[in-house]
């Protein structure tokens, strides 16, 4: 039982009930306020006026009894740790409605540790911003126009991509580092690239034009033609 010699310090608490609201994604019409506080084990009464958020709130609390986070949020996960932090393996936790007709208990919390970062194969279409690196010695990367992430590149590459420095738009095929909470991308490793025009989408076309004075879809082959440049260019 909690008293003032064994007792939770009430900024625990604060975060604790932030951390489920940010966890439950409210909208501006669901409301999530804490109603009162009941008995010697100071229970705390959540009120709620939205039932997917109470539903939620269900969901949440029987996972985590059950220590079962496949398919949790990064901000339900962030909730698991604070309630972790909370307990500290020295108090247990009961959610339940009011009339009791759903009821669980939460012991310990065992989130299961998970990689830091994953990699896939993917695309950045865009104009090389900047090349270099830190140091003469250190690794060489790009910025590219159209993503917000570094991509590392080697010798030979950086010595054909510097003729492309803020001039043609390339497509680069690389290998991306990305978070696993967040699914951010960190940064990538280039694969290769391939060369595209330099010329907006509005410039090809007119080019298209002049190459087609009679028009560009005619027939069926000059239709297919025009598309195909449009892409590779």
């Known amino acids: 039982m909690l008293s003032i010699e064994n007792g939770i310090p009430a900024i625990e608490i604060g975060e604790l009930i932030t951390s489920l609201a940010e966890a439950l994604h409210l909208s501006k019409e669901q409301s999530f306020v804490l109603s009162e506080i009941r008995g010697n084990c100071y229970a705390l009464g959540l009120t709620t006026n939205s039932v997917t958020v ?5 969901v949440i609390h029987r996972k985590v009894s059950d220590n079962e986070y496949s398919g949790f949020t990064l901000d ?9 932090q909370v ?8 959610a ?3 009339n009791k007709d759903y009821k669980v208990r939460v012991r ?4 299961p540790e998970t990689p830091e970062f994953y990699y896939e194969i993917g695309t950045v279409n865009g104009i090389i911003t900047s090349i270099g690196g830190k140091t003469l ?13 570094p991509v590392e590149i080697n010798d030979i590459q950086e010595n054909k991509l510097i003729n492309y ?7 680069l095929t690389i290998k991306k580092k990305i978070n696993f909470e967040t699914d ?19 410039e090809l076309v007119a080019d298209l034009k002049n190459e087609t004075p009679e028009g560009l879809f005619n027939n069926i082959d000059d239709a297919v033609t025009a598309v195909r440049k449009l892409r590779e260019d």
Request: hydrophobic share 30%.
């Open 54 to 58: 109470y539903e939620n709130l269900k």
């Open 76 to 84: 339900e996960k962030k909730y698991a740790n604070k309630l972790k």
């Open 87 to 94: 307990l500290k393996k020295k108090y247990y936790l009961d």
């Open 96 to 98: 339940y409605d009011a």
């Open 108 to 111: 310990e919390v065992n989130i």
């Open 137 to 149: 010695s250190g690794k060489t990367s790009i910025n590219v126009n159209q993503s917000d992430f």
């Open 165 to 171: 420095y803020k001039g043609s738009k390339l497509l």
């Open 184 to 202: 951010k991308i960190i940064s990538g490793q280039l694969l290769d690239f391939e060369v595209g025009s330099s010329k907006n989408f509005a």
